[in-house]
């Protein structure tokens, strides 16, 4: 991939089905962000075999749009950015720390990006989110205010706001976990910009670093109306709209990359063991 492509809302909006109004307003921007999170799948398989995605806009266009590839959360974050800024939203780069299974909030560094969207007409900004791969991620943007719980697309979310030393509010998302009962801590940010530039560096470190969790095993996610697949390493976990989650343990490689293709809609590079 060379990035010398143009970027293709059409196109775009033909991979993930959109077909409602191309409005700067919160109805696109509700239709869009679920579009994309129901579309395109979550998946590392480039820095699983030692290639760092390319952010650059024809890149992404070929892999994920053309391609029929999903990415990472650079890469889909990246995307809808492209999208909404081409349909007139205004569009904040934000970064996180996850906190989902850390032992603190501070305990890892910011390696996730997310979105800050300003919609005209609304009292205050939205937190959009697609690139993240875990099953209680965003499926449709969320009011930045703290405190506020949103439902969407049959999940709960809410703010927090988290205890530091720093100068600006530290806010948690955390999604309702109904087979627990818990609200749970997905990943924590503030509202501080960060850029394109900034994106790269996080993109390299994620994808080369050999403590990385992406360099070392096959992370995949994909979400429908009815259920949420996942794909780590050689566990496959099926969660139902109701909670039910059913997993299973994939041992030979052809099974492997029978899932990948069936279930994810992708199809495994050339050269690349998923089992190792």
Not at 124 to 136: E, I, K, N, Q, T
Not at 189 to 217: I, Q
Not at 230 to 239: H, K, M, P
Request: glycine share 10%; charged share 25%.
């Amino acid at each position: 991939m060379d990035g010398t492509g143009q970027y293709d809302l059409d196109a775009y909006l033909d991979r993930i089905g959109w077909q409602g109004e191309r409005r700067a307003d919160l109805g696109t921007l509700r239709g869009v962000h679920l579009a994309h999170a129901l579309s395109l799948p979550f998946e590392n398989l480039d820095p699983l075999r030692g290639s760092v995605p390319s952010l650059a806009p024809g890149d992404l266009m070929a892999k994920m749009v053309h391609g029929r590839r999903g990415g990472y959360c650079y890469e889909h974050n990246t995307l809808l950015r492209l999208a909404l800024e081409a349909l007139g939203f205004r569009v904040t780069l934000l970064a996180g720390r996850v906190v989902l299974g850390a032992e603190r909030p501070d305990s890892r560094p910011r390696t996730h990006a997310m979105l800050q969207v300003e919609v005209a007409g609304e009292a205050g900004p939205y937190l959009a989110d697609v690139g993240f791969g875990a099953s209680g991620a965003l499926l449709l943007p969320a009011p930045l205010v703290t405190g506020v719980e949103s439902e969407g697309a049959g999940r709960r979310h809410r703010l927090a706001r988290l205890p530091h030393d720093g100068p600006l509010e530290l806010s948690e998302l955390r999604t309702y976990d109904r087979r627990d009962g818990v609200w749970a801590g997905q990943y924590a940010f503030t509202r501080e910009p960060f850029t394109a530039t900034d994106l790269e560096v996080f993109n390299w470190y994620v994808a080369t670093h050999p403590r990385s969790p992406f360099t070392r095993r096959p992370y995949l996610q994909r979400t429908t109306a009815e259920r949420h697949l996942a794909l780590e390493g050689d566990r496959f976990t099926q969660t139902l709209a109701d909670g039910t989650v059913s997993e299973r343990t994939l041992t030979r490689e052809a099974e492997a990359r029978r899932v990948v293709a069936e279930e994810f809609g992708i199809e495994v590079p050339e050269g690349l063991a998923l089992l190792g």
